[in-house]
């Protein structure tokens, strides 16, 4: 029998990484476009 509790467990975690990794990457380009802001100033 499958072990449906840990197939979601997985799955969770994974959905956890892929919303952290797009955080992160958000986080970034927010930090690269303002430091374009304050070379043009």
């Given at each position: 029998m499958p072990d449906?509790?840990?197939m979601?467990?997985?799955m969770v975690?994974?959905?956890e990484q892929a919303q952290n990794i797009l955080i992160e990457a958000q986080q970034?380009?927010?930090e690269m476009y303002l430091?374009?802001?304050d070379d043009e100033d």
């Open positions: 449906y509790k840990e979601y467990l997985n975690r994974a959905a970034k380009c927010e430091d374009t802001q």
